[in-house]
């Protein structure tokens, strides 16, 4: 993750649902005013916003703080999404 001139970009491998030892390679870049996104997965290459995205985003609310924390943490990898450690 990275957070430079308010521009953060976060980053990490999502394991597929649907596929066992598939992983997705997710990337989301968000400012003040936009969004930008890109997954390895197949809705993504259509141009959908597809659940890895939107996982990645939910993780990015819930955890934004830490993750800021760690500015040196350039990516993130997720060995599937269970229930939130909190
Ligand atoms: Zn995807």
Known sequence: MKDQ???IEISADIRSESRDGLYHHTMLIL???WLRFSCSCEASSYGML???VLKLYNY???HRREL???EENQGITFDGWGEPDE
């Open 31 to 33: 400012n003040g005013s």
């Open 50 to 52: 597809c659940k890895h």
């Open 5 to 7: 001139q308010g521009v």
């Open 60 to 62: 990015y609310q819930r």
């Open 68 to 70: 800021l924390r760690e």
